[in-house]
Nanobody, 119 residues
Framework: QVQLVESGGGLVQAGDSLRLSCAASGRTFSNYAMAWFRQAPGKEREFVAT????????YYKHSVKGRFTISRDNAKNTVYLQMNSLKPEDTAVYYCAGTQNYGGSYDVWGQGTQVTVSS
């Protein structure tokens, strides 16, 4: 089973960009579909984007489509979330997650990284 560590969060202004990274340990990263979730204060955790194990298939939450891009580098055991045109409503703790069953429940989670977007 892989372990996940996110990085790249921070405080930015509306309209800025950030790239989050999620580094995975273990030899089986390429078997995992990966996703990003987020949780804003006082709200439930929500899905943001997912990518298949090969990277050939992606899917996004409607409100981030066209602004966020999920990608992965299996040689580096890393998944990324490029976030452009950030809005204050994107403020949240962002988590990466993995599953060996694309479309199924995620059973491996990172500790999260804070993204704060000021207006």
């Amino acid at each position: 089973q892989v372990q996940l560590v996110e990085s790249g969060g921070g405080l930015v202004q509306a309209g800025d960009s950030l790239r989050l990274s999620c580094a995975a340990s273990g030899r089986t990263f390429s078997n995992y579909a990966m996703a990003w979730f987020r949780q804003a204060p006082g709200k439930e955790r929500e899905f943001v984007a997912t990518i298949s194990s090969s990277g050939g298939d992606t899917y996004y939450k409607h409100s981030v489509k066209g602004r966020f891009t999920i990608s992965r580098d299996n040689a580096k055991n890393t998944v990324y979330l490029q976030m452009n045109s950030l809005k204050p409503e994107d403020t949240a703790v962002y988590y990466c997650a993995g599953t060996q069953n694309y479309g199924g429940s995620y059973d491996v989670w990172g500790q999260g990284t804070q993204v704060t977007v000021s207006s």
